[in-house]
Each structure stands twice: as C-alpha cells, then as structure tokens.
C-alpha cells in the first residue's frame, strides 16, 4: 500500500448524522477512498467522557457504522471499524498519558470549553485526557494524515507531539500525522438560527436535517427555515445567511453550482426554492436511508462488517502497539 494513510474519528453521540455532519465531514470520507488509505472509527470510548446511557450508545454506535456504509465507506477498499473493539487504544493511551505533561493537557481549550458549564471539578478525568485517547487513535495506525477543522488543531498537534516525544525517548515507532486540511467542505447552519452551525447538541430539532429525517419532516423543516428580509435569492453569507445556506445545501445535493442555482432562480421566491429544496433533499436521502436500514435490519451482516473491520485495525495497532512496548521494556 503505498497511498498516504488516514484516521478518522466520528462519536456515537446522536441516532442519526445531521446534514452538516454528512456535507462537513463524512462525504468528505467517501471521497478520500479514492486517494488514501483509510482508517475509519466510530470512537466509542470518546462517547462516554460525560455520562451516557449504555442502550443509547450501543443503537448509536450501530447507526453510525450503517449509516457510514449507506453513505460509501466501502469496508473492502477501508478498514471501518468501532474503537472499544480494538483494545489496544486504551492500552497506548496509558503510555502516552505518562509522556504528557499536566500542564500541557491543561492547555487543551477543547476541555475548557466543555467543562465550563458543569465546573472543572465536575468534569471526569476522562474529559481531560481525552485528547490523549486521540492521539493513541491516531498514532496506532501510523496515520500520514488527519483531517482537521479548526477546533480539532490543538488536538492533533498534541498527538504530534506525542508522536516526537516518545520517539525521541524510547526509539522510532510512530508516524508524526499532518494535518490534512479538506478544501470544500461545506459548513452547514442551524436552520431556524443560521448564524449558528448546524449541531445535533446546540440546534433545536426544527433546526437540523438528519439523514434519517422522513421526506415530509425534513421538506417541512426547510419550509420553515429561517429566511431573510427582501425575495431575491442570491448568496451573501453576511446579509443573507439563512438563503445562502439553503443555496449550500442545495448545491452541495445536487451538484450544480450555487450560480448556477441562483440564475435558475432569478425572479422565484423563497417558497420555490425551499419547496424544490425539500424534494432535492428526499432525492437525495431515500437511498441512504433504505440502505442504512438494510444494515439495522441485518445485525447479524453489520457485526459480520464490523467484526472483519476490527480484525484489520487490531492487525495494524497490535504491531504498533508491540513495538511500543518493546521499546519501553514491557
Ligand atoms: P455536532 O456539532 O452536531 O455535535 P460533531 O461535533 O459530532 O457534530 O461533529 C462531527 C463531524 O461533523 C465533525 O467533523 C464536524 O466538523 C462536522 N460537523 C458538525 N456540524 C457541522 C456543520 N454544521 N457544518 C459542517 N460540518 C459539521
Ligand atoms: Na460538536
């Protein structure tokens, strides 16, 4: 295999994707088949650092690998696999966690901002080690590259970080990851507050459009989207943020530029567009849902698919895994 490899993570933490996590992250999975060598992981371990209830986590995390094969990820060209599977990502997060500094893991602002609310003193050591996790998600595969957004930068220089430091100390055993930085993806907006992103945590239900989201729900919700004052239908993000992200949606289903979409609608109003929306976003769902279903609907296929999954990582982070403890005398 000689095509960069990449790990990424996505957390079991809602029953469906949301379109903003479909169009801003996991399409972008579908596509890097094409060009890497791709490692997968729905991170359940990473779901549990602030409480949860174990039947939620365990549909989720089922939802989420059948839903990441209805939407392309092709578990014969990748290695699509769930964490708690592979034992050997809690085994590497002890040893990195002896190799990170306690003010160093303080400086992570992901864990700042996250305990804000409920208290520091609140918040379980999990929260706080977290990005230690990660790196050993990361570092197990020899990652080349990690697909980052913005608020995931801090993280993934920590786990470079890491990667130099133990290497350094204890002899070569890990890659050092880059960041690999998506150009296009589209960043998705709360449907009743479009200056706000999309998020299954801060947006109201009427807000979102999951995958899972039946036809008349989803066109509903697009009919009562939020838009702006004035009837022209043009893209301007500062003025117009509430038509200008269902143009996003919009071009981003159908494949036809957002000028291409506002010349086609020169003169119509925001009910055409939404009403047309609405049918593009059943067109686009109907195969992923029947598909995703097909899975829920096999356990026995999806664990099948997990199972051979779990067996080709363990076979990559169990040869890292052993040469780290190698070097460190274990
Ligand atoms: P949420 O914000 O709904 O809690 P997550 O934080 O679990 O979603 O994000 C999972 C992935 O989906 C991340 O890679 C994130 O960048 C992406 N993502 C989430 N919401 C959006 C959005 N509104 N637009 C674009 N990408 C998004
Ligand atoms: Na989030």
Redesign the pocket.
């Known amino acids: 295999e000689t095509r960069p490899r990449v790990l990424s993570g996505?957390?079991p933490?809602s029953d469906s994707f949301?379109l903003?996590?479909y169009?801003?992250?996991v399409r972008n999975w579908v596509q890097m088949q094409e060009t890497h060598d791709c490692f997968y992981c729905v991170v359940d371990l990473h779901a549990i650092t602030a409480g949860h209830d174990p039947e939620a986590l365990r549909r989720r995390t089922r939802v989420s690998a059948a839903q990441l094969l209805a939407v392309g990820i092709d578990p014969d060209a990748s290695t699509l696999f769930v964490q708690s599977q592979v034992p050997e990502h809690a085994q590497l997060a002890w040893v990195l966690s002896c190799i990170t500094g306690y003010g160093e893991a303080s400086r992570m602002t992901q864990f700042k901002d996250k305990s804000a609310k409920g208290g520091v003193d609140r918040s379980s050591v999990g929260l706080f080690t977290y990005p230690i996790l990660q790196a050993a998600d990361i570092l197990l595969y020899q990652a080349d590259a990690v697909p980052v957004?913005e608020d995931q930068r801090q993280h993934l220089e920590l786990s470079r970080d890491l990667a130099q430091r133990f290497n350094n100390a204890f002899g070569k055993v890990f890659t050092v990851p880059a960041p690999y930085i998506v150009r296009e993806?589209?960043?998705?907006?709360d449907l009743q507050d479009p200056t706000a992103?999309?998020?299954?945590?801060a947006s109201s239900p009427t807000g979102i459009i999951d995958l899972l989201d039946e036809p008349n729900r989803s066109a509903k919700k697009i009919r009562s989207a939020v838009t702006d004052t004035g009837r022209e239908i043009v893209f301007d993000q500062a003025n117009k943020p509430g038509v200008s992200n269902l143009l996003t949606i919009y071009s981003a289903l159908s494949g036809r530029s957002i000028d291409e979409l506002t010349t086609a609608y020169d003169g119509k109003g925001y009910g055409d567009l939404k009403k047309d929306l609405g049918a593009v976003v059943a067109d686009f769902v109907a195969p992923i849902q029947k598909a995703t279903h097909a899975y829920l609907d096999d356990p026995a296929e999806l664990d099948r698919v997990l199972a051979i999954g779990a067996e080709k990582a363990r076979r990559v982070a169990g040869a890292t895994l052993a040469a780290a403890y190698d070097r460190l005398g274990f």
């Open positions: 996505i957390q933490t949301h903003g996590n169009l801003g992250a957004g993806t589209a960043k998705i907006y992103k999309m998020s299954k945590s």
